[in-house]
């Protein structure tokens, strides 16, 4: 049999084996262990390199994990997260992401791979190709999509219904939000923020569409003050959300943000639902300030990067 090449073959594969694995012994099919899946599987099909390492290290602060060839130099290998992060999610998602760098990328790096907290949200296989991949292949094998689809069919999507599918399947917060941007034709945005700035945001595609993005993660941007995330809110309170009017968020619509703060409170996650509609152009045309054609053009088709 020959061997997936891509994120989502490998996902693929591993799902089927899992899946007859759970058949077998009538063992619930969420959440994926991970760290039992990485180690059986790799030493069946890659006996000259199984990973034989799988646990938490005190790394430093900002990486979240480690593919690293064993110090024992007999070609073994270890995934590894940091072990001041406290949340089950974020381990068992940089578990996964960790065995997407093995699986695809460990010939092409064999000194292994260091991964930062932001490269768990480099979703963009267009930006950054190798985290991209790595973080395909968890988001298929941890949230594979016929279950996914199953979960939010006909539901309101809000922080709980992302809460607990987050629970489901053993991911972050983001890493369940990321995965339902990237299907939804929901005109939405995540944003995290960090010591009263946005660290890093993402549009679904709907909204790209629309021209309602943060472009570069190297712009500076302040959380907007009236914002739930830049205030002092409590739990229900951010759970719940604020329906905010135009203007305080980006783009010229009313905007319903929900939020998160992370335990400390060092990071603050803001789901933000526009209306389904996009304002036509003649409704735009209406609340910007006489825009010349020409750049009403430029700003309705999107340039999103
Ligand atoms: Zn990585």
Redo the contacts with the bound molecule.
């Keep these: 049999m020959s061997l997936p090449a891509t994120p989502k073959g490998w996902a693929i594969r591993l799902t089927q084996i899992l899946s007859a694995v759970q058949g077998t012994h009538g063992l619930p099919r969420f959440p994926i262990d991970v760290a039992a899946l990485a180690q059986d599987f790799s030493r069946q099909v890659f006996p000259d390199a199984p990973i034989t390492i799988v646990r938490g290290l005190d790394l430093s602060k900002g990486v ?2 480690m ?1 690293m060839p064993h110090p024992n130099g007999r070609g073994e290998w270890g995934i590894v997260y940091n072990e001041t992060i406290r949340s089950a999610g974020r381990r068992n998602f940089t578990l996964a ?2 065995l ?2 093995y699986l695809l990328h460990r010939r092409a790096h064999p000194g292994g ?4 907290n932001r ?2 949200a ?1 979703w963009d296989e267009a930006r950054n190709r ?2 991209g991949e ?2 395909t292949f968890a988001s298929y094998l941890l949230m594979p999509l016929d279950d996914f689809r199953e979960q939010i069919k006909g539901r309101v999507i809000d922080i709980d219904v992302m809460t607990e599918l987050s629970d489901r399947y053993a991911v972050s917060l983001t890493a369940a939000i990321l995965k339902w941007m990237t299907i939804t034709d929901k005109r939405a945005m995540i944003v995290v923020g960090k010591e009263g700035f946005i660290d890093w945001a993402w549009s679904s595609e709907p909204l790209i569409r629309s021209g309602i993005y943060y472009a570069a993660r190297q712009t500076v941007v302040e959380m907007p003050a009236a914002s739930l995330a830049a205030q002092d809110v409590d739990w229900d309170t951010g759970r719940h959300g604020r329906l905010h009017p135009a203007g305080i968020w980006l783009g010229a619509e009313p905007v319903h943000e929900m939020t998160v703060f992370s335990p400390g409170n060092e990071m603050s996650i803001s789901l933000l639902l526009y209306p389904d509609r996009a304002p036509s152009r003649w409704e735009m045309a209406e609340l910007e300030e006489e825009p010349t054609l020409d750049t009403f053009d430029k700003f309705m088709s999107g340039n999103a990067g």
């Design positions: 979240e994990g593919l992401h960790e997407g760098h791979l260091k991964c930062t490269n768990m480099d190798i985290e790595a973080n």
